[in-house]
C-alpha cells in the first residue's frame, strides 16, 4: 500500500485536526484534576503523582500529532498547506508551549525518580509549571471555541472522515498506557508520601 493511500485511511489533515482536538479534550479534564492536585498538593500528593504520570503517554500523543502536522505542512504537503496554519500568535506561542510541557514533565518524572533529595530539580518543576501554565492557558484559549466540535466530529456520521477507529484507538492506547505506567511508578512515588508526613 503507498504512503499517499495510508494518509487517505488515516484522514490526511482533517483526521490528523481530530486526533489532536480529541486528544486536547481529553488532556483539559486531566489537567484540571491536576490543577485541583497542586491546590491542596499536602493531602493529593499520590493523587498529584499519579494523574501526572498518566498524564505522559496522551500528551506525547498530542504532540506527535500537532508534530506531523507541521512537519507535513513544512514540508510541502499539498493537502496540508490547503488546511492552512494556525493562526500567527499561535505559531509564536507554540515553542514555548512545547519546550515548558518537555521541562515540566521531564522534571516531575527525574523528581519521582531521584526523590525528595534533590536540590534543583524540584525549583525547575516549579518554575516550568508557571512557564507552562501562562503558555499553556493561552494555547488553549486559542483554541477553545473549534476543539469542542472537532473532538466530537467522530461520532457525527455524516461527518466522518477515514480513521475514527485508529483515533480513537490511540487515544485510549494512551490512557490505558498511561494508567499501566502510573500503577508502575507507585512504588517509586511512596518515598515522597513518606517524605511529606515526615515533613
Known sequence: MSNLNVRRRLGGPTGNERLTAMTGVVLIVLLAV???TVLFLQPLLST??????????PVALKLASTGYRL???YAGSRAFREKGAPAPLLRLLAPLVVASTLALFASGILLIALGPGTRFVLPLHQ???ITWLAATGAHVLGHLLR???LATADLRKHE???GSALRASLLAGSLVAGTIL???TLPLASVW?????EG
Open 147 to 149: 476543539v469542542s466540535r
Open 48 to 57: 498529584h503523582i499519579f494523574v501526572g504520570v498518566l498524564l505522559v503517554p
Open 193 to 197: 508520601l513518606h517524605w511529606r508526613m
Open 71 to 73: 512537519a507535513r505542512y
Open 160 to 162: 466522518r472522515v477515514p
Open 182 to 184: 502510573a500503577i508502575a
Open 127 to 129: 518554575a516550568s509549571f
Open 34 to 36: 491536576e490543577g485541583v
